[in-house]
């Protein structure tokens, strides 16, 4: 099988859609002769928004400390590999088709989904490596999420909000039951979470397994010392160790949480003061990337993915500090069709924007001309475009050095203007 044919094999499982279970992929794992035992030191995380700030800082931090580390999170940007790395290296493509060439029998006969044989892959791939550290995202939820299956050493909880309502539950408290089953015996639960309807689940689930909680806010607390695009400095203390001027190449106050819990599990994992600090400033290395991400300036271009509207709240605060740098503030805006759009407009028009709606490159995407609608409905016209290349070529010729593009709303957009060069 080639890198092609395993695409061609695994994209066509989307239609099976979402299907919370375990049973396939156990099935999936047995074939791979239990692969998930064989991870090292785990890092399981689930929440809503800051998981994936979380996970990339974590895997920085321990692989300047010496040990191979293994990270898996979804969705990509521009390839399927992005999903899958060792020391920040992508899993090469014939590895790919090596594994799917494995799972197409069983994954056929069991309807198994997308990121059901995506997991299986990943975590055949760390323990064929020999990995020492696994961080792992959940894809959706915790409880009946296929990542569901390890057993780690700590389990990350950064926030809880409402999205993927229609799977996961329509309240704070149900989500967070559903992403607090993750929590499992033997492990340390660090979490940001601090509204009680959120708490209280994720506390009900520490009692049952018998394990310490570690709350931001309680347990470590950091203040933000400094920041500007694309740079933040904070100051960070523990319950033991205090850690001045860190420097992490993010845009926005509202990632300080997530790399405060980083901190809390690298320290309490034996990481050294010094190997954080190095591991931080080296975040990019990972791979992270679009979340409020300064591509250019002149006009300045921030790339990002925040696609619900508690993260887009936090994207807009953060821009509002440095809103007084810019003269206008474009944004070119794709949104999935089970997002709240209207909620996510109205977000954005705080910053006194200009839209420019487009579709996004996939099947799930509302299209340009009812987003267009929608922000006229909220009394802003909206510039529509037939594609992300147009709209940003349109935006650019508009712009001046003095303005800002904001380009956000989907991991398909930020993919889609990746994927084009930019």
């Not at 979490?191 to 994720?202: C, K, N, R, W």
């Not at 709606?357 to 802003?380: F, K, N, Q």
Request: glycine content about 8%.
């Amino acid at each position: 099988m080639t890198y092609q044919e395993a695409l061609d094999f695994l994209y066509p499982l989307h239609r099976f859609g979402i299907q919370p279970g375990l049973d396939r992929i156990h099935k999936l794992l047995d074939i791979l002769r239990l692969p998930q035992r064989r991870l090292g030191l785990v890092v399981h995380l689930a929440g809503t928004n800051g998981k994936g700030t979380v996970a990339a800082s974590l895997a920085s931090i321990f692989k300047v400390s010496g040990r191979k580390t293994a990270l898996y999170t979804s969705p990509h940007l521009v390839d399927f590999t992005e999903r899958i790395r060792i020391n920040g290296i992508q899993i090469p493509r014939n590895k790919v088709a090596y594994y799917c060439s494995l799972l197409q029998s069983a994954a056929s006969e069991n309807h198994a989904t997308f990121f059901e044989v995506t997991t299986a892959i990943a975590f055949a791939w760390f323990a064929d490596e020999g990995v020492d550290v696994s961080i792992i995202e959940t894809g959706l939820g915790g409880r009946l999420d296929a990542t569901n299956v390890v057993d780690p050493r700590y389990v990350v909880i950064p926030s809880i909000g409402l999205d993927h309502t229609e799977w996961l539950g329509t309240t704070h408290a149900v989500i967070a039951a559903e992403k607090a089953a993750i929590i499992k015996k033997g492990c340390k639960v660090m979490t940001a979470v601090s509204d009680p309807e959120s708490l209280q689940p994720i506390q009900s689930m520490v009692t049952l397994c018998n394990v310490p909680l570690f709350c931001f806010g309680k347990d470590a607390r950091c203040s933000v010392t400094s920041q500007k695009p694309g740079l933040l400095e904070l100051d960070i203390r523990t319950g033991s160790m205090h850690y001045p001027a860190l420097q992490v190449p993010l845009t926005g106050t509202f990632h300080a949480y997530n790399i405060t819990l980083a901190v809390m599990v690298a320290e309490d994992a034996g990481i050294s003061p010094e190997e954080i600090r190095l591991g931080l400033e080296q975040l990019s290395g990972s791979g992270y990337r679009a979340r409020l991400e300064l591509m250019s300036s002149l006009p300045a271009i921030f790339l990002d993915v925040s696609h619900n509207p508690d993260g887009m709240r936090e994207t807009v605060n953060t821009l509002l500090v440095f809103r007084h740098l810019y003269n206008r503030v474009f944004v070119m805006l794709g949104l999935a069709s089970d997002k709240d759009a209207r909620a996510i407009v109205r977000e954005l028009l705080r910053l006194n924007v200009s839209f420019l709606t487009v579709p996004l490159p996939s099947d799930r995407g509302i299209s340009a001309d009812l987003l267009g609608s929608l922000c006229h409905e909220e009394g802003r016209e909206a510039k529509v475009s037939k594609n992300a290349k147009e709209g940003l070529a349109y935006l650019r010729r508009r712009a001046g050095a003095d303005d800002l593009i904001l380009i956000t709303g989907s991991f398909y957009l930020a993919g889609d203007i990746i994927d084009g060069g930019m």
